[in-house]
Nanobody
Framework: QVQLVESGGGLVQAGDSLRLSCAASGRTGSSFWMAWFRQAPGKEREFVAFARWSVGSTYYADSVKGRFTISRDYAKNTMYLQMNSLKPEDTAVYYC???????????????????WGQGTQVTVSS
């Protein structure tokens, strides 16, 4: 099973940018899917974006479409989430997640993923 480690969170102002990283240790490959979720205090974990590891399939939640972008560095086994034009409502703990099979749901649910990172806090002030 893969291990995931997120980094890159922080405190920024509305309109700023951040890039989150999710480093995967272990097997990836063509059937490997990675995703970002976020959870704000008192709210359920919310889907943000996913990508298939080996090819360009990506999908974004409507709330972040046009502002967030997934990219990959295969040499570093790392997926990134570039977050631009941040808003206070983007404040949450951001988690990366992964699974080794085709996603059963679009948009995916948290229960669809079997490996999770520890999370990184993103706080956007107004």
């Amino acid at each position: 099973q893969v291990q995931l480690v997120e980094s890159g969170g922080g405190l920024v102002q509305a309109g700023d940018s951040l890039r989150l990283s999710c480093a995967a240790s272990g097997r990836t490959g063509s059937s490997f899917w990675m995703a970002w979720f976020r959870q704000a205090p008192g709210k359920e974990r919310e889907f943000v974006a996913f990508a298939r590891w080996s090819v360009g399939s990506t999908y974004y939640a409507d709330s972040v479409k046009g502002r967030f972008t997934i990219s990959r560095d295969y040499a570093k086994n790392t997926m990134y989430l570039q977050m631009n034009s941040l808003k206070p409502e983007d404040t949450a703990v951001y988690y990366c997640a992964s699974r080794y099979a085709i996603l059963p749901n679009i948009p995916p649910r948290a229960a669809d993923f079997d490996s999770w990172g520890q999370g990184t806090q993103v706080t956007v002030s107004s």
